[in-house]
Every structure is written in C-alpha cells, then in structure tokens.
C-alpha cells in the first residue's frame, strides 16, 4: 500500500524518491529526516535498495527475503540505484539491488520474490507476552539521532541503553510509523533494523557500531499486511555473542494479534 493509494501522503514515501534514469537505473537522495550519526540509518537503506526492486514494471511476486550488504557510510551527495533481475522464474525470482554514490558501490541487495500460494499454514515461533501498547506510557524524547523522531515506540522489556552490562541484550517494544504509515514491504524492511544497537545494553557508554549485512525474511502476506494497517508491530530483538568487535542479532516483528510479519539476523561492527 503506498500513499497514491491511501490518498494520503506520508514522509517515509517522501522519503524514499526514484526517478527513472534510463533502464533498471533510477536516480535518488538521502532524507535528513531519517539520519543517524553520520548518514541515514540502516533501515532507509534497505527499504530504498527494496523499493527499487518493486518498482520495476516487468517484476513478479512479493518479497520473501533480502540480504543486504552496507558497505560505506552515505552523504548528501546524489544517489544513484542500479537493479538487474538476475534470474526469473515462475515460481521465484532474483534481483539485484546497487546503491551508488560518487561513482562507487555504497550498499547492495539481493532481493528474493516469490509467488506466494495456498499451502500448509502454522506458526512455531512464540508470541511475546506484552501489554497493549495504549497502555505505555510514550517515552520523552531527549535528543538522539534524527530518525528516532519518525518512529513511535514504546518500550515493553529491557533494559535502557548505556545503563551498564544487564547480562543481555534481549528487549521487546511496540513500534509503529509516526504518521501510522499502513505497513507495506518497504516499510517492514525498514522496521526490521528499528532496534537499537545491541552493544549499547552491554556497554556503560557510547560504542561506534554499524550494521555489515543484513538478512530480512518476509512472512507477511499482503493480506496479513492490509489487515495491520498502520497499527502497532511487536518488535523482539536480541544478540547471541559479542567477540572480537563483531556481534549478531536476531529480531523478529509481530502483529498486536500474534502473526509473525518477519524475522530479521545482522552481523555489526563496533569498537
């Protein structure tokens, strides 16, 4: 669902512009509205190099996985996406997504659609325990990056940030649009890298740290999707290891009524 067909315009869809540049090209920028530290934060990475994608007139399917490889930081230099259907099947296809600027590769994808049909349906994973988000307290924003301002979360579980070593890394908050955007799959791409750097609920103090890949495993159907709306996600995050400046994490986001939407892995860099 995009903002032409809600009748409504939202800034994540401001946010993300492509202008066609000649064949599987497509020309864009970065939104300071959605920076980090240094550069727009992961999240408006992966959902451009996936927006992309879809974009292309002669794709098929919906989304069912992408890794995504963030290979430099970006500025507020021109942007330029390069897309290649690398194989295209009737049951799947495979795309490449390249995110370039001042002539080198800064980020790329590979973009796994599938035709999703009628099979055998069940959840294993295990719906977290949580109170209804119109019941926390929305948290006082004090400074931070930019982007944190075009999220509404309310912190379920964990511990707050820089607070010192708890033991682990795990937290659980309810997420959602500023603008309660309907959710769609750029939106959820995005959303999968909403969690906080895990080191920072290891840490007693701030850690330079960058996300290297990124896995995204999309369960939600558009159905499932149309049916949440822009109404909150569930959103379980958690590290297994930290060694040698590297750790991993895994997330996973949720409907209010218990459907796995998607499940998310990294692999970061920190000092």
């Not at 511990?159 to 649009?177: E, I, M, N, V, Y």
Request: aromatic share 10%; with cysteine; glycine share 8%.
């Amino acid at each position: 669902m995009d903002s032409a067909a809600t009748g409504a315009a939202f800034n994540f869809d401001d946010a993300l512009p492509l202008s066609a540049d000649g064949r599987r090209r497509w020309l864009t920028r970065a939104d300071r509205r959605y920076w980090n530290a240094i550069g727009p934060f992961g999240g408006w990475t992966v959902a451009l190099l996936l927006k992309a994608v879809l974009a292309e007139a002669d794709h098929a399917g919906t989304p069912v996985a992408m890794t995504a490889n963030l290979m430099a930081g970006l500025d507020d230099q021109p942007l330029a996406l390069e897309t290649r259907a690398v194989r295209q099947g009737r049951s799947m296809e495979f795309w490449t997504s390249e995110l370039i600027q001042n002539g080198e590769p800064a980020a790329m994808a590979m973009v796994t659609l599938g035709q999703r049909r009628d099979t055998l349906s069940a959840h294993e994973a295990v719906f977290p325990e949580a109170p209804a988000p119109e019941t926390i307290a929305k948290p006082e924003r004090r400074g931070g990056p930019p982007f944190g301002a075009m999220f509404d979360m309310r912190p379920v579980f964990g511990t707050p940030p820089f607070a010192g070593d708890s033991g682990q890394s795990r937290t659980l908050a309810w997420a959602r649009d500023a603008q309660a955007r309907p959710i769609d799959y750029p939106l959820l791409a995005c959303l999968a890298d909403i969690f906080a750097p895990r080191i920072f609920y290891r840490a007693s103090e701030f850690k330079p740290v960058s996300t290297v890949t990124m896995n995204v495993y999309f369960h939600a159907t558009p159905a499932e999707m149309a049916a949440a709306g822009g109404d909150w996600i569930l959103a379980e995050a958690q590290a297994r290891r930290f060694e040698s400046g590297f750790y991993d994490q895994h997330g996973a986001l949720w409907t209010r009524d218990g459907v796995l939407l998607a499940t998310t892995e990294q692999l970061c860099w920190f000092k």
